[in-house]
């Protein structure tokens, strides 16, 4: 997990020369323009710092909303953001927005009325990035949005924004190659088709939508034919997730061989109810998440989990960190520039220790 940590830190810095690169007005006048605030916020970041180093810490408010506490990954990742901005001195607040976008808009507005110095953004809704980049804007924060990405459209609003994640196709496909590299492709009754149910995340979640399909496309690619039996959501939830895989269990028996779960809380949640139901996975069924959550992975080395997904929190986070530190140093990032991916890793039985 460490070697892993250092190796994404390293790529993320190469990005953000990249970007940095990358930036710039498109006529001579926006660039002096362009300049001219990127001089005042290099000023003003330099100023910060001096300041904070006079009273002992590193610098600046960072003010960090989450769409909601209650959610096993973003916990993770709430976690590791913390660790890092405490550990480089910064003063930062969290905000729970308890999975509600009104909520999370007064959170907002109320760190920009306190004069925060950056923000951190989780947001509760994809479909409220317009509004909340246009705040934003509006007071001129430096921000970054994290776990729920906008469009590269949307973010070409503001200069002073970048999205730090993970493409969720690539997870997406992963969870399909570790059906794949089963001994029967996840065709465990021999009839020529791989049958599924899929437990989805909260479909107005990119990351949802792009799971739910390429986890499937990577079957099709490979030559696979597939049922689906089912699709419902479990909002990312563990009890959801039990409560749909006891329900179809019930429902389609032995006719199940694959349960995806867009995240592993939910399949935390399905496991309880495939061992409830007499079921044993990798014998008579598969069982895929994302996240690599510690529980997931003890189930992984376990044998109660066909594999997971790292969806790597830290090295999110110190993106997210450093990402942040550019914008504060006065770089402004240029349309198509704004989104800056992590990449997922397969976990399997023989590499999950490495992530424990
Ligand atoms: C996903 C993650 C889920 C959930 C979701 C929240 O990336 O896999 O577990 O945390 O983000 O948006």
């Known amino acids: 997990m460490k070697l892993r940590r250092k190796v994404t830190a390293l790529a993320m810095a190469s990005m953000m020369v990249f970007?940095?690169?990358a930036c710039?007005?498109?006529?001579?006048q926006e660039t002096t323009a362009a300049e001219t605030k990127a001089d005042a916020a290099?000023?003003?970041?330099?100023?910060?710092?001096?300041q904070a180093e006079a009273s002992g810490g590193a610098g600046g408010n960072i003010g960090v909303c989450i769409y909601k506490f209650d959610d096993a990954f973003m916990t993770t990742y709430r976690n590791a953001l913390q660790e890092i901005l405490e550990g480089k001195g910064y003063t930062v607040t969290f905000m729970d927005?308890?999975?509600?976008?009104?909520?999370q808009n007064n959170q907002i507005n109320n760190f920009i009325a306190q004069g925060v110095d950056a923000l951190i953004i989780n947001p509760v809704?994809?479909?409220a990035a317009d509004q909340i980049i246009a705040?934003?804007?509006?007071?001129d924060i430096p921000t970054v949005l994290i776990n729920r990405e906008p469009t590269a459209d949307q973010m070409s609003a503001y200069e002073k924004l970048v999205y730090v994640g993970c493409d969720a196709r690539q997870s997406g496909t992963m969870q399909g190659e570790l059906i794949l590299d089963t001994a029967n492709k996840g065709d465990i009754n021999g009839d020529g088709k791989v049958s599924y149910i899929m437990i989805q995340g909260d479909p107005e979640n990119v990351d949802a939508q792009y799971r739910t399909e390429f986890s499937v496309k990577?079957?099709?690619d490979a030559g696979m034919e597939v049922e689906e039996l089912d699709l419902q959501r479990g909002d990312w939830d563990r009890n959801k997730g039990q409560e749909i895989a006891q329900n179809d269990l019930a429902k389609f028996g032995n006719d199940i061989e694959v349960i995806f779960c867009n995240n592993d809380d939910m399949a935390i949640g399905a496991l309880q109810a495939i061992q409830a139901?007499?079921?044993?996975?990798n014998e008579d069924i598969y069982l895929v998440g994302v996240d690599a959550l510690d529980a997931a992975l003890n189930e992984v080395v376990n044998g109660n989990m066909t594999g997971t997904v790292l969806n790597d929190a830290n090295g999110q986070a110190q993106g997210a960190v450093e990402a942040m530190e550019a914008l504060l140093g006065g770089k402004t990032y240029a349309a198509g520039e704004q989104s800056i991916y992590v990449d997922y890793v397969k976990v399997t039985p023989e590499n999950a220790a490495d992530f424990q």
């Open 42 to 50: 290099t000023e003003a970041a330099k100023e910060t710092a001096a």
């Open 218 to 220: 990577a079957l099709t």
């Open 125 to 127: 809704m994809t479909s």
């Open 97 to 103: 927005g308890k999975n509600d976008q009104a909520e």
């Open 19 to 21: 970007s940095m690169a």
């Open 24 to 28: 710039g007005g498109d006529s001579a």
């Open 277 to 281: 139901a007499g079921r044993k996975v």
């Open 135 to 139: 705040t934003v804007k509006d007071a």
